[in-house]
T-cell receptor, first 109, second 115 residues
């Protein structure tokens, strides 16, 4: 059973394209994270959301609590954006963290 | 910029041996976490720690695992008798406040290989 589902699993884009990665979850949550995992394995937290929308540079994250859905958008994509993007949620009850399997993004120059 | 550090970066051990993975969280953070990622699989939550005790743990975190904050800076994960399936990347993270209300900062990870 996957509490967090991401789509697509793999994504290849041309430099400059607008990218959207989707995340759906099945549990009640207190927060949702978008993480970036670099090819070397390191993980960086991009956003933490509990409602609405956040923007940081070329990255935008949105969440719809009613629909249990979040999206990560990358505007004007660049090869350095190539990484695995992971959606993770903290359940509101049971104090558990659930991770998606990640979306592997490759941006071609 | 403050960061979470982990040592060693790579640990190789024989099955049945005990290993201790070390983490130094960001100094003013109060909540600490361990996650693991088996090669090719998704990240999994192991445990969270606050005020010198475990606050949450997953089903994975069974009796062979333990965590400790032995001094004011280190946060350790001990695996008592390693199994082949413990081979994974282990990530430590810390946050200033309770998860759900604050972001976590991740360490670079320790790759554990059990032979």
């Amino acid at each position: 059973k996957n509490e967090v589902e991401q789509s697509p699993q793999n994504l290849t884009a041309q430099e400059g394209e607008f990218i959207t990665i989707n995340c759906s979850y099945s549990v009640g949550i207190s927060a949702l994270h978008w993480l970036q995992q670099h090819p070397g394995g390191g993980i960086v937290s991009l956003f933490m959301l509990s409602s609405g929308k956040k923007k940081h540079g070329r990255l935008i994250a949105t969440i719809n609590i009613q629909e249990k859905h979040s999206s990560l958008h990358i505007t004007a994509s660049h090869p350095r954006d190539s990484a695995v993007y992971i959606c993770a949620v903290r359940s509101r009850t049971g104090n558990q963290f659930y991770f998606g399997t990640g979306t592997s993004l490759t941006v071609i120059p | 910029e403050p960061e979470v550090t982990q040592t060693p970066s790579h640990q190789v051990t024989q099955m049945g041996q005990e290993v201790i993975l070390r983490c130094v969280p960001i100094s003013n953070h109060l909540y600490f976490y361990w996650y693991r990622q088996i090669l090719g699989q998704k990240v999994e939550f192991l445990v969270s720690f606050y005020n010198n005790e475990i606050s949450e743990k997953s089903e994975i975190f069974d009796d062979q695992f333990s965590v400790e904050r032995p001094d004011g800076s280190n946060f350790t994960l001990k695996i008592r008798s390693t199994k082949l399936e413990d081979s994974a990347m282990y990530f430590c993270a810390s946050s200033e406040k309770r998860e759900g209300y604050n972001e976590q900062f991740f360490g670079p990870g320790t790759r554990l290989t059990v032979l």
